[in-house]
């Protein structure tokens, strides 16, 4: 079966990176000039996914504006000759087919990715989490999908990540299987120090089954507790075959300031206007 349809979340609150995302939604911080979901979109389209659902919230009605026709603009832009520019915002609602569903409260990714339940329930589809962009030759997604198309089950994506870093990520248990894909075994959703079964940590990318999702829908979080995808991945480990793909790329989680900054300034040196005054100035202040 064909993926076609993907989830992206968009409706956490970013505490990793307040102030900024106090009336900023981190999905819309900007790379170089396109806001961070733009690059999730791009990727989504480029691995053939057609529908996108987006989970937002009260608070990011700008992600809903962002992929809307800006009827005033577009005639301004039109009346000034701005064609570049005009031609820049248009193509960005027709990239694929959006629909807009509200999570009420911010109570889990998981539960974010259950608004989408009665579009996806009888097909496998891509959850992507906006704030983890990948720079690929390959998309990152399409990478999963060749994985899902080999194994018929859940895949994640994974990346090797530094012993001192995986406490802040979910780190998986894994049974090689062929060269970057594995079976999993365990997931630990930020490990403490010495207790991270590998070095192999999830990124945001997923190939959902429809029993990933029922597992989500039965999951009960402990009381005060978020509903995350993990909750339902490890849920259904223990029946399903779940497989991880190690894709190739560079990662760049932007729901920090590290990560932030490392993504613009990568993405600010493939930038043709801007690559060769910006290594310049690097040269001049870092190197
Ligand atoms: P995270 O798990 O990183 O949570 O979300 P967060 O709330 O955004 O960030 P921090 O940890 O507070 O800094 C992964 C993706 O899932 C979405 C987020 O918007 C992000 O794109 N999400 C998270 C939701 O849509 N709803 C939620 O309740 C939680």
Redesign the pocket.
Known sequence: MKITKAI??????????LPV?KSQ???MLPIVDKPAVQYIVEEAVASGIKQIFL???STKRSIEDYFDYNFELEYRLKKAKKLKALQSIRRLSNLAEFIFIR?K?????G??ILRAYEFVKNEPCAVM???DIIDSRIPCLAQLIKVFEKYQDSVIAVKRIKKSEIKHFGSVKVVPLEKRVYQIKDIIEKPSPGKAPSNLGVV?RYIMTPDLLEALLKFKPKKGK?K?ITDGLNAVLKKHPVYACEFEGDWYTI??KEGFLQANIIFGLKDKEIKKNLKSFLKKHVY
Do not use: H
Request: charged share 20%; net charge negative; aromatic share 6%.
């Open positions: 992206i979340p968009v409706a956490g609150l970013g505490t990793r990176f995302t939604p981190k999905e989970i937002t919230s999570q409260e911010p109570t889990g990714n539960d974010a989490f906006a704030d945001g978020e995350g729901g920090s």
